[in-house]
């Protein structure tokens, strides 16, 4: 298939690849986009910003039909403008594009409900329990986890807890992020009986990093993550999540670069997660098989 003298190749620019997140993402574009006879290539900034207008310009000279960037924005302003040109340049010349991200005006974007899912989750820890928290967050510059802090704060707010600002502990948006901010967690003795990571794969490393400790999940503190990648279904004990139907996010995405109008009117398709409660936590000062604790599990 060919539009405008452009290929039938769609790419696709992720952040990370080796992150679940990412990798079913890239399951739902690629399923999508063999249901239209079109090829995908892929792109791996290994979370560097300034890598994405480059690999746009090189799959612009490949004469994509269209590409699909997936992955967080950051609040570097000088990375961003030159996005916006590579943007431009793209779709002047017939390409057509899309993210899955924050909003960028002008642009087709799948956007995932980051502070809505995380003033759920919020809301649901609190009542089944718990009153002291401590947040395991990504990079301050990072907008998903500025969001997903900021709706978790407002959670806690909406059931009158304030979140103290020195309980946000900031490392790397990945699994060894996770340990290493679990660990500080730990010198810091706050005394929080739930932790919420600000994704799965660094409440993964969180929980590698409480176990080393000497900790028992969910008995001594419970943890949650969010986006629900498919490896959360092997871990033990089954980890509570914000989950986020992942490869529908890059199906979306590939049906805004297909679509007839793309391009005439920026779009929006917004996805909002779903509190999924889990083993991983339990109302604080409970064993396993206390009475009261079963019915608030939801699989």
Same mark, same amino acid.
């Given at each position: 298939?060919?539009?405008?003298?452009?290929?039938?190749?769609?790419?696709?620019?992720?952040? %990370?690849?080796?992150?679940?997140?990412?990798?079913?993402?890239?399951? &739902?574009?690629?399923?999508?986009?063999?249901?239209?006879?079109?090829?995908?290539?892929?792109?791996? #900034?290994?979370?560097?910003?300034?890598?994405?207008?480059?690999?746009?310009?090189?799959?612009? +000279?490949? +004469?994509?039909?269209?590409?699909?960037?997936?992955?967080?924005?950051?609040?570097?302003?000088?990375?961003?403008?030159?996005?916006?040109?590579?943007?431009?340049?793209?779709?002047?010349?017939?390409?057509?594009?899309?993210?899955?991200?924050?909003?960028?005006?002008?642009?087709? #974007?799948?956007?995932?409900?980051?502070?809505?899912?995380?003033?759920?989750?919020?809301?649901?820890?609190?009542?089944?329990?718990?009153?002291?928290?401590?947040?395991?967050?990504?990079?301050?510059?990072?907008?998903?986890?500025?969001?997903?802090?900021?709706?978790?704060?407002?959670?806690?707010?909406?059931?009158?807890?304030?979140?103290?600002?020195?309980?946000?502990?900031?490392?790397?948006?990945?699994? %060894?992020?996770?340990?290493?901010?679990?660990?500080?967690?730990?010198?810091?003795?706050?005394?929080?009986?739930?932790?919420?990571?600000?994704?799965?794969?660094?409440?993964? &490393?969180?929980?590698?990093?409480?176990?080393?400790?000497?900790?028992?999940?969910?008995?001594?503190?419970?943890?949650?993550?969010?986006?629900?990648?498919?490896?959360?279904?092997?871990?033990?004990?089954?980890?509570?999540?914000?989950?986020?139907?992942?490869?529908?996010?890059?199906?979306?995405?590939?049906?805004?670069?297909?679509?007839?109008?793309?391009?005439?009117?920026?779009?929006?398709?917004?996805?909002?997660?779903?509190?999924?409660?889990?083993?991983?936590?339990?109302?604080?000062?409970?064993?396993?098989?206390?009475?009261?604790?079963? &019915?608030?599990?939801?699989?």
């Amino acid at each position: 298939m060919k539009t405008r003298g452009h290929t039938n190749v769609v790419g696709l620019i992720v952040h %990370d690849i080796n992150d679940p997140y990412f990798s079913s993402i890239a399951a &739902g574009v690629i399923g999508a986009a063999d249901q239209q006879d079109m090829i995908v290539t892929l792109a791996d #900034t290994r979370r560097s910003p300034e890598r994405e207008p480059m690999y746009l310009a090189s799959l612009r +000279r490949l +004469r994509c039909r269209a590409v699909i960037l997936a992955g967080s924005r950051s609040t570097d302003r000088s990375s961003e403008a030159r996005l916006r040109q590579e943007i431009s340049s793209f779709t002047s010349g017939g390409g057509r594009f899309a993210m899955i991200s924050q909003r960028l005006p002008g642009v087709d #974007t799948v956007l995932v409900e980051n502070r809505a899912g995380a003033r759920d989750l919020a809301r649901e820890l609190f009542d089944l329990g718990h009153r002291s928290f401590a947040v395991l967050a990504g990079p301050a510059s990072l907008r998903t986890s500025r969001d997903r802090v900021s709706g978790f704060r407002q959670g806690l707010a909406d059931r009158g807890l304030r979140l103290d600002p020195a309980h946000v502990l900031h490392a790397d948006f990945t699994r %060894d992020g996770g340990f290493a901010a679990a660990m500080r967690w730990h010198r810091s003795g706050t005394g929080a009986t739930c932790l919420f990571a600000v994704n799965d794969v660094m409440a993964v &490393g969180a929980m590698d990093a409480l176990r080393q400790l000497g900790l028992t999940l969910p008995d001594d503190v419970s943890i949650a993550g969010f986006d629900g990648i498919l490896p959360l279904r092997d871990i033990s004990p089954l980890a509570t999540t914000v989950h986020i139907p992942l490869e529908t996010l890059g199906m979306e995405a590939m049906g805004l670069v297909l679509a007839e109008d793309a391009g005439l009117t920026p779009r929006v398709k917004r996805i909002r997660g779903t509190v999924r409660l889990r083993e991983s936590t339990r109302p604080p000062n409970t064993r396993h098989g206390d009475p009261g604790t079963e &019915g608030r599990v939801h699989i």
